[in-house]
């Protein structure tokens, strides 16, 4: 892994993970009080995530379980990692679909980094 040599690239390359959320959001045509509801917090922490760069990972898999939408595979193909991409490849998450192992381990055990 090479080390950045200043803010810029490390700015260029960070996936704006809350642009993502409400971009599909409004793709869905869904609302803002639709989506607090299917992740059970108030409509004003939603609007606080799209402003977010980043997110935890447990509210990250109930959005992307609300909206249908694997919002992991972004980071991944941030990555450039083909092993992780070709097992994500572009599934989507249903309500009823029980965490991957890897978001299991992630929420269990609070580890932020794999």
Not at 76 to 83: H, I
Request: charged share 25%.
């Amino acid at each position: 892994m090479q080390h950045r040599k200043d803010n810029t690239d490390l700015a260029e390359s960070t996936l704006f993970i809350g642009k993502l959320i409400e971009e599909e959001l409004r793709r869905q045509e869904r609302s803002v009080t639709w989506l607090s509801r299917k992740i059970h917090c108030d409509r004003r922490n939603v609007y606080d995530i799209f402003k977010r760069a980043d997110i935890d990972t447990s509210l990250l898999y109930r959005i992307s379980q609300a909206l249908h939408v694997d919002f992991f595979e972004c980071y991944s193909r941030q990555l450039g990692a083909p092993a992780l991409q070709s097992r994500v490849s572009t599934a989507t998450i249903s309500e009823n679909t029980p965490p991957p192992p890897i978001v299991s381990r992630l929420i269990i055990n609070n580890i932020v980094a794999v």
